[in-house]
């Protein structure tokens, strides 16, 4: 037998009506905020993700699926969605349309991780990307889409962490505070956070390990750091998410793991779901676009994990009814009756309404027996008298009552139903 690769899975249909309730209320959700949908490639020129991740995270050193195409090419499976759609708004000249761009996307991506719950190799993301406005509105506004569409599929108990990380002129001062305090620590970190010292100190204040976390607690705060402008923009965010009614807890060590970020950063966390609790993930950043070699456009945008919203509706009890059941099974008893049945289900297809009938040629016990597993709401048994008769007993398997129905009026009766 041949297994799925480690870090992938096969979503099924007993599950998979679930992922489409997901996919709904994100794709609702996104309507609601005026959001269109982009979709680009499943893979892109490595050097998109190098230049617009930052070759200092854990996704270029680690992570990412990177091969050399039959042309010889660097190509990488996408192990996120901005960068792919930032160079897709540079290479399609959409700076020159009505700005903000607002987009959304469903999309697989890649990362070479250690596979434990909520972590996969290959995961899925819901995400937006706002660009071409510098106004904090749009941070609120991208944060209030996060939840909306949380609260949308029934997720409670997540805790919204605010930051800012700054501008490139604030971030500098603060990272050179930083580093200062760290290396007066330097022997207490944790190998991986002595190499980070001076690649990315910033992903330090976000390290697991319990010594970096005892230092990091005592760190320099970045929000004592900040300038002016950028410490004015998070007010307002703040200011502006109150009038919306979001809670928020303000986190100086929410940095994130990427390097596009710029000012406004925020994570939704859940208790509820093991070591890898962020189920949403995002913030600004100003200088991406023109990373890529765009006109400088300033941007915002996050990703939550379908995974692990899925885990998490698990994890707490909600109930997601599945709508793919079969309305109508016919269980024929005969083969003159089964092509009464096979028109009977065509004309319900035909006005819109599921059905089937039995392929199998199983006798009447083992017909209701699987109409009752894939969840049918009726059966409808045509034998030779009902044959006859022009009309077909129709039973509702929630409380077991029966009617007989004319053929001429089947569809009608269902519709009623
Ligand atoms: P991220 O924090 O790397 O941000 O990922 C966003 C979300 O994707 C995470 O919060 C998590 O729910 C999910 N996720 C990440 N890695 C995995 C994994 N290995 N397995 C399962 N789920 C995972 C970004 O990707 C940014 N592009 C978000 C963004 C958009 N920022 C601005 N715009």
Excluded at 39 to 61: A, K
Excluded at 235 to 249: N, Q
Excluded at 328 to 337: D, I
Aim: glycine share 8%; aromatic share 10%; proline share 3%.
């Amino acid at each position: 037998m041949i297994n799925v690769p480690k870090g992938t899975k096969d979503i099924l249909p007993q599950d998979s009506y679930k992922w489409q309730f997901v996919e709904n209320a994100a794709r609702e959700t996104a309507r609601l905020f005026g959001a269109a949908e982009i979709r680009t490639p499943t893979f892109e020129h490595t050097e998109v993700f190098l230049r617009g991740v930052g070759e200092t995270t854990d996704i270029v050193n680690k992570e990412m699926y990177t091969f050399l195409d039959k042309g010889g090419r660097s190509i990488t499976l996408k192990p996120e969605g901005t960068a792919g759609i930032a160079r897709a708004f540079v290479e399609n000249g959409l700076n020159n349309s009505a700005l903000p761009a607002k987009f959304f996307y469903l999309t697989p991506c890649f990362r070479y991780e250690r596979p434990q719950a909520g972590r996969l190799r290959e995961f899925h993301q819901f995400g937006v990307e706002f660009l071409g406005s510098r106004s904090a509105d749009i941070d609120a506004e991208t944060i209030l889409l996060a939840k909306t569409f949380l609260d949308k599929v029934g997720i409670k108990n997540v805790t919204l962490y605010i930051n800012s990380i700054g501008c490139k002129e604030c971030r500098k001062k603060y990272e050179d505070a930083l580093k200062a305090y760290l290396n007066e620590n330097y022997d207490s970190l944790c190998a991986l956070c002595k190499d980070r010292l001076n690649k990315n100190p910033l992903r330090i204040l976000d390290c697991k390990n319990d010594e970096c976390k005892k230092i990091t607690e005592k760190a320099p705060k970045i929000l004592d750091y900040i300038c002016e402008d950028c410490s004015n923009h998070l007010e307002k965010v703040k200011k502006l998410l109150d009038i919306a009614g979001v809670e928020y807890k303000i986190n100086p060590n929410i940095v994130r793991g990427l390097d596009y970020y710029t000012r406004t950063v925020f994570e939704f966390v859940s208790e509820n779901i093991g070591a890898q609790g962020t189920v949403c993930g995002g913030g600004r950043y100003d200088g991406l676009i023109s990373e890529l070699g765009g006109t400088d456009t300033p941007g915002i945008g996050f990703a939550v994990g379908i995974e692990r919203i899925l885990l998490l509706l698990e994890n707490t009890g909600v109930n997601i009814e599945n709508p793919n059941k079969v309305k109508v099974y016919f269980a024929p008893m005969g083969e003159k009756e089964s092509e009464k049945a096979f028109e009977l289900v065509s004309d319900l297809r035909a006005n819109g309404i599921s059905a089937d009938f039995d392929h199998m040629g199983r006798g009447i016990k083992a017909q209701f027996k699987y109409a009752d597993k894939i969840g049918a709401e009726f059966v409808a048994v045509i034998g030779s008298n009902e044959l006859m008769g022009g009309a077909v007993k129709v039973k509702k398997m929630a409380d077991g009552s029966e009617t007989m129905v004319k053929f001429t009026e089947f569809s009608e009766f269902i519709l009623k139903a």
